[in-house]
């Protein structure tokens, strides 16, 4: 079975690597995302254990789609009984670019009728479309004239891990959390600080690491993955797997994970996340500005998304905090490290520190960066 895995912009080495030890082969990255061969349990491992993965796409067919007609045989020739359970209904997504058709609804207006004309044949039924919750979603790509369709395995973004239903100011998506934190190679051996968590979703993607508790967990024991409700779905064999999932969770992290923030509301909202994605037990949250927090005994992790200072005005005051912020870390944190997000290079610079790593990703629409700093004794500046 061939995935395409589907990510954030700069995340893909990132998640090439998650999916290699998910058991994935023939792993290529691809721009936002990743292409990987495996069996079925790749299938199932990709959505529950997967934190970067924003969606699971099974390619289905790919043909040319040059002109209303050869779109429309190239849906006609798939066998659309695999992928459509009979009684179900279907939408299309479709996406163009320098191509000779360039209306998305109208591609997928001739990608429908393909699809209607076959099972027609083929089942003597003909599905239903339901454009907002249909049960099975077919993503159309249709570039330089080449149409690819495939089935959304996933159904559902797999970012929604379920338990932030309150968010701060510009939230950070939990998968781009996960990036932040493997990308500074943190694996829960270690302890965990954000003293700006605002929603606190670094600190609780940190918590699940450590406590290994699967993202996607919860959403397969709700049956809440497209790929459950297909007709060839092993049931019995997919309980059986989660039940293993489960039997390896620990019950409390190892080591300390504290998420802090002057806003005592946000710090109350990230509290009742915590609850709702089952670590709450293993994280202790303060109020506070970032200037009270110091390294804890163990080796610690610092991980921020600062202000990004977007808008007219505020660059300079993000640059002042980060500024002071990169001060407290070289007074304070030397022997540790240091991951973040920032907004610009410039922000990168106001740190005063090199960085070890460095990754450039999109961010609620805006290029960012995610920066890993080594915290060395007499930090050397960039």
């Known amino acids: ?73 190239t849906a006609l020739h798939v066998d659309w009984k695999r992928y459509l359970p009979k009684g179900k209904t279907f939408a299309i997504d479709s996406s163009v670019g320098a191509s000779r058709i360039n209306n998305r609804v109208f591609l997928s207006q001739r990608i429908k009728d393909g699809i209607v004309d076959r099972l027609r044949k083929d089942r003597g039924e003909r599905p239903n479309v339901n454009p907002k919750n249909p049960d099975v979603w077919i993503r159309a790509r249709l570039y330089k004239d080449r149409l690819s369709l495939s089935w959304d395995a996933s159904g559902r973004a797999l970012h929604q891990r379920g338990y932030r239903r309150e968010a701060g100011v510009a939230p950070l998506r939990e998968t781009l959390a996960s990036a932040v934190l493997l ?130 005005g505020e660059q300079e005051r993000a640059k002042s905090v980060i500024k002071a912020f990169g001060d407290h870390l070289k007074s304070e944190f030397a022997g540790h490290r240091a991951a973040m997000i920032l907004g610009s290079n410039a922000l990168v610079g106001a740190v005063g520190l090199k960085p070890s790593r460095r990754l450039p990703v999109r961010f609620a629409k805006l290029d960012a960066r995610i920066v890993v700093f080594e915290l060395y004794a007499g930090s050397r500046k960039s």
Request: net charge neutral; charged share 25%.
């Open 1 to 73: 079975m061939k995935l395409f895995a589907t990510c954030a912009p700069g995340v893909e080495e990132l998640l090439a690597e998650e999916l290699r030890r998910l058991g994935a082969t023939k792993v290529r990255t691809a721009s936002r995302g990743v292409e990987a061969s495996g069996g079925p349990m790749l299938l199932w491992r990709a959505h529950v254990e997967s934190r970067l993965a924003e969606r699971i796409l099974v390619p289905i067919g790919t043909g040319p789609g040059g002109d209303p007609d050869t779109v429309y045989q």
């Open 183 to 312: 990308g500074a190679g943190f694996t829960g051996s270690e302890a965990l600080l954000d003293p700006m968590c605002g929603a606190g979703t670094l600190v609780i993607e940190g918590a699940q690491i450590a406590q290994r508790i699967p993202p996607g967990l919860v959403a397969a024991k709700n049956g809440a993955f497209a790929f459950q409700k297909s007709a060839r779905f092993d049931a019995r064999g997919f309980a059986d797997y989660l039940e293993e999932l489960e039997s390896m969770i620990c019950p409390q992290a190892e080591h300390r994970l504290v998420g802090s923030d002057r806003d005592s509301g946000v710090v109350a909202i990230a509290r009742r996340n915590a609850e709702r994605a089952g670590v709450e037990g293993s994280i202790r949250w303060n109020n506070g500005d970032f200037s009270e927090r110091l390294p804890f005994n163990a080796q610690t992790l610092v991980v921020v998304n600062p202000p990004f200072g977007q808008r007219l």
